[in-house]
């Protein structure tokens, strides 16, 4: 697609429950970023894959978040037994590698809005 | 941990007035990464800073780092309604060029 693709949009789910938010990247960008934001901050960072390797998840908050990207094109970032906290706007960014290594210069979506009850 | 605060936190102007949105990093910087984003929409890459006393422009907004690298400036010209919204400067962490450090956002209104 022309841009990077988050659903859904916004989702409102109740405590306990388990949600999937999918994103779809830029056609042929290798690395692919989630992020959480939190109303009135920057996003912060969760984790990132360049094709499916996932490089680095030292920012998921805890063991019920979970991210994967098994073909190295959609990825999805599952969130077990939602809690109140993790309301939030979860975005996703895609990139080119640049001399073969990743750069900031990141193409986000609009995000998925997750509200948990 | 590397942190970035952002000065003013909101700005309202007036068009046609000039601005300047700084950030400040707790530690040097490997680079340093502009983002505007508008209500409902993702962020949009502004520019990207890597060298000491670096200075970029693009249309009428200019973005220096300083020799140090510790700390960014964000100057528009002429400020128009178009240029509302959240800036949110951020910085890599370590030699991951998009894992970033985001300062908290400036929120900046023109009114016309």
């Known amino acids: 697609g022309a841009g990077v693709s988050q659903s859904p949009r916004y989702k409102v789910t109740k405590r306990g429950q388990d949600v999937a938010l999918r994103c779809d990247p830029i056609s042929g960008h290798v690395s692919l970023y989630w992020y959480r934001q939190a109303l009135g901050q920057g996003p912060?960072?969760?984790?990132?894959?360049?094709y499916e390797a996932?490089?680095?998840?030292?920012?998921?908050?805890?063991?019920?978040?979970?991210?994967?990207?098994?073909?190295g094109s959609i990825s999805t970032l599952t969130i077990?037994?939602?809690?109140q906290r993790d309301s939030a706007?979860?975005?996703?960014?895609?990139s080119l590698?640049?001399?073969?290594?990743?750069?900031?210069?990141?193409?986000?979506?609009e995000g998925s809005r997750l509200t948990v009850l | 941990?590397?942190?970035l605060e952002q000065s003013p936190q909101s700005l309202i102007v007036q068009e046609g007035k000039n601005l300047t949105i700084n950030c400040t990093s707790s530690k040097t910087l490997y680079g340093l990464y502009w983002y505007k984003q508008k209500y409902g929409e993702g962020l949009i890459f502004l520019m990207m800073l890597q060298k000491g006393g670096e200075e970029k422009s693009h249309e009428k907004i200019t973005a220096k780092l300083d020799e140090k690298k510790q700390q960014s400036s964000l100057h528009i010209t002429a400020s128009q309604p178009s240029h509302a919204g959240i800036y949110l400067c951020g910085g890599p962490t370590g030699n991951q060029g998009g894992k970033l450090i985001f300062g908290q956002g400036t929120e900046l209104s023109v009114k016309p």
């Open chain 1, 54 to 71: 996932q490089q680095d998840k030292s920012g998921l908050p805890n063991d019920r978040f979970s991210a994967e990207r098994p073909e």
């Open chain 1, 44 to 50: 912060e960072f969760l984790t990132y894959f360049n």
């Open chain 1, 89 to 94: 706007m979860y975005r996703c960014a895609s």
């Open chain 2, 1 to 3: 941990s590397q942190e």
């Open chain 1, 97 to 109: 590698l640049s001399g073969g290594r990743n750069t900031g210069e990141l193409f986000f979506g």
């Open chain 1, 80 to 83: 077990q037994r939602t809690e």
